[in-house]
């Protein structure tokens, strides 16, 4: 990893992290449409998704992992926790984002490391997700060993067609034998 990466989970989305993150958004967003957006955030739309970020994240319901590289926003993750007492062994990964200047730099590799730990830490035993099939990021998750558990024919309407979801699961064991080198 190179020595202009910095890394961490983020205390709270304050005006800098939140406009990095929305950036981040956005600038995938303008890339493939996803993220739950058609259209890049407008100010107001950012603002309220930075403050009820920032909410989500001082409650711990909501962990996120921020990567910058040379000083600019690179990945961010968001793993969000049940908040149901029998679910505390799950957790969702709400967003994953990376910036098209830094893929193929391994942060992805780095984002799951760190996810795993954070996990475990926490307790989590079994992520879970949901996207857009065919996208890019689906065929990401794939890689990763996600696996498929429902699919939802009318998930996403983009463009003005209706897309087929897919929710998939993976555990916290199997992700860490994949992303961490055996030794």
Known sequence: MDSDVKYGWISGADACDGREIVALINEAVADEGTLG?????????????????????????????????????????????????????????????????????????????EIV??????????????VREGTRAHRLWQRYGFQTYGVLEDYARFGGVSHRGHFMVQTTASLRARVFPQG
């Open 37 to 113: 957006y058609a259209a890049p955030m407008t100010e107001a739309e950012a603002d309220a998704y930075v403050k009820a970020l920032d909410i989500r994240v001082a409650s711990g319901d909501c962990h996120v992992f921020l990567v910058r590289v040379g000083g600019e926003p690179a990945f961010m993750a968001q793993l969000s926790i049940s908040g149901m007492p029998n679910c505390r062994h799950r957790a969702e990964i709400s967003k994953g984002v990376a910036a098209r200047r830094f893929r193929g730099r391994g942060l992805v590799d780095l984002a799951f490391r």
């Open 117 to 130: 730990k954070r996990s475990e830490t926490l307790g989590v035993e079994q992520l879970v997700l949901d």
